[in-house]
Nanobody, 120 residues
Framework: QVQLVESGGGLVPAGGSLRLSCGAS????????MGWYRQAPGKQRELVAT???????IYADSVKGRFTISRDNAKNTVYLQMDSLKLDDTALYYC??????????????WGQGTQVTVSS
């Protein structure tokens, strides 16, 4: 099985920065896509950013130019650098990974979530 452990959330004033990290561990052969999603109270979970093993990225329009996703393939870790944070960025942020296991199974794994709160 695979476990994702997120860290780096917290309370930050508007205009500030935070860096989220998510490490994957377990019976992993490789990880094709890693990403971050978020869910604000009363809203559906939405994509924030994804990154492939080759470094191709996708960003939600709402975070383009402010957030940067990166990954360390050797450490099975993905990062999300969040700058110029806005009140609307307040949400529970989830890490996601699509993993190929050593037994040839493909699994879609979610972390437990880390809270990001932006204050005025």
């Amino acid at each position: 099985q695979v476990q994702l452990v997120e860290s780096g959330g917290g309370l930050v004033p508007a205009g500030g920065s935070l860096r989220l990290s998510c490490g994957a561990s377990g019976n992993i052969f490789s990880i094709s896509v890693m990403g971050w999603y978020r869910q604000a109270p009363g809203k559906q979970r939405e994509l924030v950013a994804t990154i492939t093993s080759g470094g191709s990225t996708i960003y939600a329009d709402s975070v383009k130019g402010r957030f940067t996703i990166s990954r360390d393939n050797a450490k099975n870790t993905v990062y999300l650098q969040m700058d110029s944070l806005k009140l609307d960025d307040t949400a529970l942020y989830y890490c996601n990974a699509v993993c190929l296991l050593k037994n040839s199974r493909i699994v879609d794994v979610w972390g437990q979530g880390t809270q990001v709160t932006v204050s005025s």
